[in-house]
């Protein structure tokens, strides 16, 4: 039997990559070059970062699933958000 490639999974970790990535730039730039620092760019790092966090929390568990095919542990997602929230 020749394992077949979820080429979806590929794709979905390149974009994780490339987010994670291109934001983490954005912060960067804004923090290293003085002439970036204004109340517009401000508001650009505060997308990047909230961007940044969704690649970083939401992502993987999208592509464990699209993997797996199922949700194997809800119960210890669910434990998780209760804690991150409390």
Do not use: H
Request: hydrophobic share 60%; net charge neutral.
């Amino acid at each position: 039997m020749v394992k077949q490639w979820r080429w979806e999974v590929l794709l979905l970790l390149t974009l994780v990559l490339a987010g994670v990535t291109g934001n983490v730039l954005v912060c960067v730039a804004v923090r290293v070059e003085r002439k970036l620092r204004n109340i517009t760019n401000y508001f650009l790092v505060s997308l990047a970062v909230a961007d940044l966090c969704v690649s970083l929390v939401v992502m993987p568990f999208c592509i464990i699933q699209e993997f797996i095919g199922q949700w194997s542990n809800t119960d210890t997602i669910i434990i998780i958000i209760i804690i991150i929230i409390d």
